[in-house]
């Protein structure tokens, strides 16, 4: 289970790294990551580090899909989550 953890933690931090990035590329009309693939970073376990990347970068706010969709994953992940932790 201890890999689990090791996961989250990575997979979390690299999804909010990647956040920031993307909005210090839009703050210089620079190449962006591609939506999908910060929804998929979201979808793979890192949805708490998009939605602190979300508030901490002040980053796709306005973009419905995000607001929506990054903490429905939330939820959906932390419910997931909670039902395989509390079966070991």
Not at 1 to 8: A, D, Q, R
Not at 81 to 86: K, V
């Given at each position: 289970?201890?890999?689990?953890?090791?996961?989250?933690?990575?997979v979390?931090?690299?999804?909010?790294?990647?956040?920031g990035i993307?909005k210090?590329?839009a703050?210089?009309r620079?190449?962006?990551?591609p939506e999908?693939?910060l929804?998929?970073?979201?979808?793979?376990?890192g949805?708490?580090?998009?939605?602190?990347?979300?508030?901490?970068f002040?980053?796709?706010?306005?973009?419905?899909k995000f607001?929506?969709?990054?903490?429905?994953?939330?939820?959906?992940?932390?419910?997931s989550?909670?039902?395989?932790?509390?079966r070991?």
């Open positions: 289970m201890k890999w689990l953890m090791y996961y989250l933690i990575v979390n931090l690299l999804t909010w790294l990647i956040y993307d210090w590329k703050k210089r620079a190449w962006r990551i999908r693939t929804l998929l970073l979201a979808a793979a376990g949805c708490t580090g998009a939605l602190a990347g979300m508030l901490m002040r980053h796709k706010t306005r973009k419905l607001m929506i969709g990054v903490p429905v994953i939330f939820v959906v992940e932390s419910i989550f909670a039902y395989i932790f509390l070991l």
